[in-house]
């Protein structure tokens, strides 16, 4: 039988209706309040209270070292980021109709880590809004309506993001105009991934030529992390890029999950493929968890789209947001986070690939930075996802005292995306905390 598929927000989520015994009062309280679109983690959710760097403190007291918040990029309440939020706040914070020196001095900065090329910005205030305008963008210029995805994506919560986001999707297909390809995996493509890539981009191009459609856009999260991380060959990117571009489409490169220094050579993932996006979108670790996102785009579209429509948002790039974005910029640059990324993704990639020598579960080990992914499969065989192992992995971690999430399509590849400011100590308790873990799994 073939593995079963998983929907992105049932990975690792509390089953309210497997719950027995005494109830907890908080829990019980968040079912009545969110009903069915409650997504909590764990086989038993954890009230969290307090945060710093990379540690999380729930009420009992106990400590979790979080490798699964990739909001809190530069560390969880930043005592700089703090203190840039408050001061801004204290002082003026208004929308982006008068002018304002914090916000040009941030979009400048924000402007100078980018190719030169993408001479607008636009913010927001969630990375669905940021791809949401992406997608308007990329159909008002080039007239077309079919976007390509992976098969696993996911892009957002609006109507138009969810009907790109296949991870999303828990029963009905995706609509007629998206079409989606499988993951430049390694298990689909072999050694060939970059040709075999861009042979499934022609492909889609085709089928939304046959639809009527056309080809709007090709977006994706330039390191794949719902698909289960896929950073290599660098440059495989390039090649599936220029098909779209010659059937007149444009590239969006998603950078919600890998932007901001976390694949530890470049401030954006898009970069290790050598590849020039027309649109940048942009969020989560943008304001370190205050809730601010952007679309990057040349002058020309933005041009274009807006002699059709107007775009305001009344929260997003207002003075507090640009103060959060700026100090996170500034902590990158200072404390050097894109090193530290760089030298502590390596050494858990290096502790990754010894445990995998003495633990055939795990079968691959993949990523850049602090963006790894790391396979889990029955009986160390590539081809038999083990979504159980992987729950019961996720579960014996969180008893060790740390935070990971699943991805891919089958659910079984840990996701690890810890602060940038993870220590090699640190990286340490994790790699131990699993090597326990694994000696204690089936
Ligand atoms: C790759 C990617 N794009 C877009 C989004 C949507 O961002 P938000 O939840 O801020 O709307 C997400 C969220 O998980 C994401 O992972």
Not at 59 to 79: I, R
Not at 211 to 221: F, K, N, S, T, W
Not at 289 to 295: L, T, Y
Not at 347 to 359: E, P
């Amino acid at each position: 039988m073939p593995p079963a598929i998983r929907q992105i927000l049932d990975m690792n989520a509390f089953d309210a209706s497997r719950k027995s015994g005494p109830g907890n009062p908080l829990l019980e309280r968040r079912l009545q309040n969110f009903g069915a679109a409650s997504v909590l983690f764990y086989r038993s959710p954890i009230e969290m209270v307090r945060a710093r760097g990379a540690w999380m403190v729930a009420e009992n007291g106990k400590q979790y070292l979080d490798f699964y918040n990739n909001v809190p990029s530069v560390g969880h309440c930043h005592p700089r980021v703090v203190d840039a939020i408050s001061d801004q706040v204290a002082t003026l914070n208004i929308h982006t109709r008068y002018l304002t020196r914090v916000v040009d001095d941030y979009l400048d900065a924000l402007k100078a880590t980018l190719p030169g090329h993408l001479d607008n910005l636009l913010l927001s205030c969630t990375g669905s809004e940021a791809n949401d305008l992406a997608l308007r963008i990329a159909s008002t210029w080039t007239g077309n309506r079919g976007f390509i995805v992976t098969e696993t994506a996911y892009h957002g919560n609006t109507l138009a993001t969810t009907d790109i986001s296949p991870a999303a999707l828990k029963k009905n297909p995706l609509p007629d105009h998206v079409v989606a390809i499988p993951p430049p995996s390694p298990l689909v493509f072999e050694d060939g991934v970059a040709q075999g890539f861009a042979a499934a981009m022609a492909k889609a191009v085709a089928t939304l030529d046959r639809r009527g459609y056309g080809v709007a856009a090709l977006i994706c999260d330039s390191i794949f992390s719902s698909d289960g991380v896929f950073s290599d060959p660098a440059g495989f990117l390039a090649d599936a890029v220029d098909v779209v571009r010659q059937a007149g489409g444009l590239y969006i490169a998603d950078e919600v999950q890998p932007g901001f220094a976390r694949t530890g050579e470049c401030m954006w993932g898009f970069q290790r493929h050598a590849v020039r996006p027309d649109l940048v979108t942009m969020g989560k670790p943008m304001g370190n968890g205050f809730p601010m996102a952007g679309v990057a785009a040349r002058a020309a579209h933005m041009n274009r789209f807006c002699e059709d429509v107007g775009y305001f948002n009344t929260f997003g790039g207002n003075p507090v947001a640009a103060a959060a974005g700026q100090a996170v910029l500034d902590i990158i640059r200072e404390e050097r986070l894109m090193e530290n990324a760089l030298n502590v993704g390596g050494q858990i990639v290096a502790g990754l690939n010894t445990l995998r020598a003495s633990h055939p579960v795990i079968t691959a080990v993949r990523g850049c930075g602090l963006f790894i992914g790391t396979d889990l499969c029955a009986d160390g065989d590539p081809r038999r996802p083990d979504q159980s192992i992987t729950t019961d992995v996720i579960n014996g971690l969180k008893e060790r005292g740390v935070l990971i999430g699943a991805a891919g399509k089958y659910g079984n590849t840990l996701k690890l995306r810890p602060p940038l400011c993870l220590t090699a100590g640190e990286a340490n308790i994790f790699l131990n905390a699993l090597e326990d873990t694994l000696g204690q799994t089936r």
